[in-house]
């Protein structure tokens, strides 16, 4: 027997839960928060290595349940309980099954296990002991254990008893297992989500799609407006009508503007007697009331009809002819709206109903335009309706964009739930990292949305007039807002580095040197004669090796010499040099970071500001505290220091001087003109306020005054305050940089701004010149005096002297000295993003509460890594076929009302997690009536729900269950054989793609690769295939996986070939041997191109026409270009063989080579390897070429085509024999 590693269960946790959901969630849960706090959780073995108890009537305990009694039968089937007893296995032994149907023994041990961590014992403990190659000899076994390994990939394994592991419970719901603590903790904040609650959304009929039951036809648009002439006779709005109609609960809703309580006035409105009655006219004519529908969904119906006929009394139409958000002819994101914050942007909307919209010349009751507007927001811009965020957010920014994106993620669990979420609330749930490849998707999707229109905003893209976004704007878009976000948060990411500590530098050093030594920081050594009127000094190795002293032979331990046993300590480098090198790259990426965070501040400011700084004459001034002077003293008296955390910026443009604060520490610039008029008065600047040069220079006391309402604390002491008051200060001119070329216009918006070569300019200078940082502050900083060194100097204490240099950073020192953890692990540089302007571009706000959010140390990372939008994905929206983003509607990008199995399974999966699976979506519940060519678009379960009138489908296997089950006449009676065909294919890709054959496929092919070898060979079978394997209904899936296991050991025999081939002297037998020039040159040519022509046409077994070959060997003999390069291989294989007879080819147990696309994947990564220069670059080209069989047909054609080619470029050719060939390829 095998036995593995002692593991861990949670067979103690409560599983007391009535829902046996929540029971096993729970259990997962606790588990989770203990793999945070434990250490070496991971290292021994992780959640395969964790168990719970699985509930009964749970989704997994149905799965498991077939498997369960399998093995039960094979436990007590004869020839195993005979087994058994000779491995002395006592009768209620604990079996599982794993995966791949080996069978273990877990074996429960009781025992107390302390760890000193966490303080909690593990009371049962189990060893598992492999007993499969016993069992396989058991000949009368042989058949139940296929069975078992058939059903045990189900489940991911199968156990005798109700215990699992954790992972393969997160494995069975399609969730990532956590390979590390920061990965548990995120699944832990997942599972700790509260279910969304959502509300209705009132737009939905209206909004509905094409070829949906409740589709708004031309007719049925039709007989809406004729419904409502009969009902009005022209002679009001509909919405004005029910205002009117209708009694209030109080006092009528306030006019104009949205409130907290809009949602209940409109559905107030939609659902007394007297509108519901006038609903039903409406639902009648359209022929939709349903006397057999429930009351709830006759009363929902109403609703959707009603306001749809409201909407289209005002001639509001969401089928936009653009790719833009245009609600009744204003565009929400118009270029001018850039800056202007979302509470200004919904303002002018509500105004633009109220004012603006009229049909027939009758305008919108004051009281309805809040109603008409939120219902509009809320199908096409809810991220308008979300109550607290703050209220200088703009548009335009990509704070905008990340509530954007926490917007949509919310509604994908819970439409409306955005709107009952805290701003806070739905970033956090945002920035949870996705916890498997569908919630991946679902990412994308709420991100590309967002990204568009920010791009849009900002002119990154251009505003086309067609209904679609383009590839190319797509590309854009998502390119210049993953380079924008990561310059932020790298921003972020640097200035929250800790600043380079000596000892911490030190003790890696001695830890890199001495490996051996486990005692660096114990004081152990001792000096012989200590120092004057002190006792002597007991340090550590740490101490005197920082103290630079350990290698003076003058230290020693009790009994032993430290040299002896460690000679390495005589010759370990200068820790003064690496912590000066530390030191030095560490101001290099604050000054980066500060120039990112001046550049972002000056694009903050309003855009007639930016104009004059882009393109305006620039000064810049420091500031220094000013001092009286003393009438009877004619002496220069010694400049105060200089301000070091802000400078002044001054702007000429068109005869008018402007100027500006920044602070350079928090990032923040304000325009303050009345410094302009001190410069005037001070006679700085001439009449037309262009700077007089004679004028700045200073005076006899080496001082220049101001007299100006500034904050001399934010300059001196790094932090604004409320002392802002006329006073006077000296300045000096740290330069004045010329104009540039270029318009105002340049600078319209802050993107714009922020890419100009101006603010980088400008940036980059005053960071040069005026950093609030010096070398000497950041060395005293992580200098980390040792009690050795400060005897040496005299006790000098170094903390005060520290606060004095960098003032600001006192009280973040004191915390981090304090053990703060949160403190501690953000560094000083995170103490000041707390009230840090490089905090707005991602959340909109700065301060304490933006912290609360998220921790600074964390905050750039998390926010690149989490938001970023998928250059891979974006792509993926376009139809390859036409070239149009097939999820991409017009006008808005309403995605999460959007199909495709992906999005269906994904968004399940998240309601079902996060316990919002009640979530309701009326009109898509409803999809049941399209055509055939409309129900190819429908996701595989819902396809599958509809086609068998079943809604308790739960998965692929149901489906394919059912088409086993279903008459194939029946079904053809109803359905066109392409939509069964269809159905079966993505029923079965989806099986196939979850299957062990895949998950191995995937660990040597990207996913996309396996994805299309899925697609491919689902593409096989039929209805009537199926029908073959009636009674065992896993077996076409478990044969498809087959398939892919046979690739995954080719792919495997293939690399290891190729690799070694690399490695070998290919100059040598058997690779040296050389075919018979008779047999492919009887006419005894003597051109080396004809010889080789002559060679490649004999060996083909398809016949090309020579001359193709002889022209072709020409071309590229004569020429340059890499035969190691990919595109120029696939342009000599399309030459070559222009007409190939096929475009896919499978898998396959008759040869060693892979698939096609399997090949083509593999052989690029393998060309790589390859060094052109070698002697043996041809024949291991060669071999590469033919042995990954990397094109569907007309492998053996190329790959001699290619060697001739790199023979005729040496100015020979030899021809290789076909034991060579097969020698090289690894075909033989």
């Not at 296929?146 to 592991?165: H, M, R, V």
């Not at 007299?707 to 604390?713: G, I, P, Q, S, T």
């Not at 291991?1180 to 005729?1208: C, K, M, P, W």
Request: net charge negative; hydrophobic share 40%; proline share 4%.
């Amino acid at each position: 027997m095998n036995d593995n590693l002692a593991i861990y269960n949670v067979a103690n946790f409560s599983t007391t839960f009535s829902d046996p959901e929540l029971s096993e969630k729970n259990q997962t849960t606790q588990a989770l928060g203990i793999s945070t706090n434990q250490p070496d959780f991971f290292k021994q073995g992780g959640f395969d290595n964790f168990h719970l108890h699985i509930t009964e009537d749970s989704q997994f305990y149905k799965a498991h349940r077939p498997g369960k009694l399998l093995l039960t039968g094979l436990v007590q089937h004869p020839a195993f309980i005979d087994a058994r007893a000779t491995l002395s296995l006592p009768k209620e032994t604990t079996f599982h099954a794993d995966t791949n149907g080996r069978i273990h023994v877990l074996e429960q041990v009781h025992k107390q296990i302390f760890h000193s961590a966490l303080g909690v014992r593990f009371r049962t403990v189990f060893e598992r002991h492999d007993i499969t190659s016993e069992i396989e000899q058991v000949a009368e076994l042989e058949k139940e254990l296929n069975t078992l390994k058939t059903q045990a990939q189900t489940t991911g394994g199968i156990s005798s008893t109700s215990l699992i592991s954790v992972a393969q419970w997160l494995r069975f719901h399609e969730i990532d297992v956590p390979q590390t603590a920061d990965q548990a903790a995120n699944l832990l904040d997942f599972f700790s989500i509260e279910p969304a609650k959502g509300r209705s959304n009132f737009c939905e009929v209206f909004a509905s799609a094409a070829h949906s039951r409740y589709e708004l036809t031309t007719e049925h648009r039709s007989t809406i407006w004729k419904v409502t002439d009969r009902l009005l006779d022209g002679n009001e709005l509909l919405i004005n009508h029910l205002i009117n109609v209708i009694s209030w609960q109080g006092a009528q809703p306030l006019p104009n503007a949205i409130q907290p309580q809009t949602y209940d006035d409109l559905q107030w409105l939609l659902s007394q007697p007297e509108t519901r009655a006038i609903a039903r006219h409406y639902t009648e004519a359209l022929g939709w009331h349903d006397a057999g529908m429930d009351a709830v969904s006759n009363i929902v119906l109403g609703r959707q009809v009603l306001l749809a006929a409201i909407m289209l009394d005002l001639r509001i139409n969401l089928d936009n002819k653009t790719s833009e958000i245009n609600i009744a002819g204003y565009t929400l994101y118009s270029t001018a709206n850039v800056e202007k914050s979302w509470l200004e942007v919904r303002a002018e909307l509500e105004s633009h109903f109220a004012n603006k919209v009229t049909s027939n010349g009758k305008y919108i009751d004051p009281a309805a335009v809040p109603m008409i507007v939120y219902a509009l927001l809320t199908e096409l811009a809810p991220a308008f309706l979300v109550q607290d965020a703050p209220a200088s957010l703009q548009v335009g920014s990509t704070a905008w964009v990340v509530l954007n994106r926490a917007v949509m993620l919310a509604e994908f669990s819970a439409a409306g739930s955005s709107q009952l979420l805290t701003y806070a609330e739905l970033l956090k749930r945002a920035m949870i990292a996705p916890i498997s490849h569908r919630q991946q998707l679902l990412h994308n999707a709420a991100t590309v949305q967002p990204v568009l229109y920010w791009a849009l905003i900002n002119e990154s893209i251009p505003r086309d007039s067609g209904s679609h976004f383009s590839q190319e704007a797509i590309n854009t878009a998502t390119t210049q807002y993953n380079d924008y976000l990561d310059e932020l948060s790298h921003c972020a990411n640097m200035l929250s580095t800790p600043i380079p500590s000596r000892k911490k530098l030190a003790l890696e050093t001695l830890k890199f040197h001495v490996p051996d030594c486990d005692f660096l920081e114990t004081k152990i050594l001792k000096k012989s004669r200590g120092f004057s009127g002190q006792d002597p000094l007991t340090i550590s190795i740490l101490d005197a090796y920082l103290s630079n002293n350990l290698a003076n032979r003058q230290w020693h331990m009790v009994g032993k010499d430290i040299y002896t046993l460690f000679p390495q300590l005589l010759t370990l480098p200068s820790i003064i040099e690496i912590f000066h090198q530390a030191v030095d790259a560490h101001l290099k990426r604050l000054e980066e970071a500060t120039t990112t965070v001046i550049r972002h501040a000056l694009a903050s400011l309003p855009q007639q500001d930016r104009g004059q700084l882009g393109v305006g004459e620039i000064g810049v001034f420091s500031l220094r505290r000013y001092v009286s002077r003393d009438p009877f003293n004619s002496q220069p008296i010694q400049p105060t220091d200089r301000g070091r955390f802000g400078v002044i910026i001054t702007a000429t443009l068109g005869n008018e001087l402007h100027c500006y604060e920044l602070n350079t520490l928090t990032g923040e610039c304000k325009k303050n003109q009345s410094l302009a008029q001190a410069f005037r008065v001070s006679g700085l600047v001439d009449e037309i306020d262009d700077f007089i040069p004679e004028a700045l220079i200073a005076n006899d006391r080496g001082e220049l005054s101001l007299n100006a309402a500034v904050d001399l604390d934010a300059y001196f002491n790094g932090k604004p305050s409320k002392n802002v008051v006329h006073q006077f200060f000296n300045v000096d001119l740290l330069s004045l940089l010329p104009r540039r070329t270029g318009s105002t216009a340049d600078y319209r918006s802050p993107l714009l701004a922020f890419r100009s070569m101006a603010f980088k300019d400008i940036a980059r200078f005053i960071v040069s010149e005026a950093l609030y940082v010096t070398k000497d502050s950041l060395i005293a900083a992580g200098f980390d005096k040792t009690e050795f060194e400060l005897r040496l100097e005299e006790d000098v204490r170094w903390a005060d002297t520290i606060a004095n240099i960098i003032i600001p950073f006192k009280s973040c020192i004191e915390d981090l000295e304090s053990g703060d953890k949160d403190r501690r692990t953000s560094g000083i540089w995170g103490c000041l993003l707390d009230g840090a302007a490089v905090l707005l571009p991602f959340i909109g706000f700065a301060g304490t509460a933006a912290n609360l959010l998220f921790k600074a140390g964390s905050l750039g990372s998390k926010i690149s890594s989490v938001t970023r939008l998928s250059l891979k994905f974006s792509l993926s929206l376009f139809n390859p076929v036409d070239g149009i983003p097939t999820l991409l509607g017009k006008g808005a990008v309403r995605i999460a009302k959007l199909g495709g199995s992906g999005f269906e399974l994904a968004t399940g999966q998240l309601r079902k997690l996060t316990g919002s699976a009640d979530a309701y979506d009326f009109v898509r519940a409803s999809q049941l009536n399209a055509a055939a060519e409309s129900r190819l678009a429908l996701p595989m379960l819902e396809h599958g729900r509809f086609v068998f009138k079943d809604p308790d489908l739960l998965d692929a296997e149901n489906v394919l269950q059912r088409l086993l089950k279903s008459n194939e006449s029946m079904l053809a009676n109803e359905f066109s054989n392409i939509e069964i065909k269809h159905l079966l294919e993505n029923s079965l890709s989806d099986i196939v793609l979850r299957s062990e054959g895949a998950k191995n496929l995937k660990t040597v092919l990207p996913a996309d690769a396996v994805d299309i070898i899925a697609k491919h060979e689902v593409q096989k079978y039929d209805l009537s295939h199926l029908h073959v394997y009636k009674d065992t209904p896993s077996a076409l899936p478990d044969i498809l996986s087959s398939v892919l296991d046979v690739e995954v050991k080719n792919i495997n025999f293939m690399n290891a070939h190729q690799d070694n081939l690399l490695q070998l002297d290919l100059g040598k037998p058997p690779y040296i041997g050389v075919s018979t020039e008779s047999t492919f040159n009887p006419g005894g040519l003597t051109d080396d191109v004809e010889r080789a022509a002559a060679w490649i046409f004999n060996a083909s077994g398809s016949k090309n026409d020579l001359e193709t070959f002889k022209s072709l060997l020409r071309e590229y003999a004569d020429n340059s270009d890499s035969l190691s390069d990919p595109s120029v291989l696939r342009q000599i294989h399309k030459k070559a063989i222009p007409t190939p007879e096929k475009i896919y080819r499978s898998p396959t147990v008759t040869a060693r080579y892979p698939a096609s696309v399997s090949g083509a994947h593999l052989l690029e990564k393998h060309l790589a390897k390859l060094d052109a220069s070698s002697e043996h670059f041809n024949k291991q080209l060669f071999g590469a070429l033919l042995g990954y069989h990397s094109f569907a047909d007309g492998n053996g054609r190329a790959a001699r085509t290619v060697y001739a080619i790199s023979e005729l470029r040496k100015g020979r050719f030899t021809a290789l024999s076909v034991p060579t060939e097969n020698a090289l390829s690894g075909l033989a």
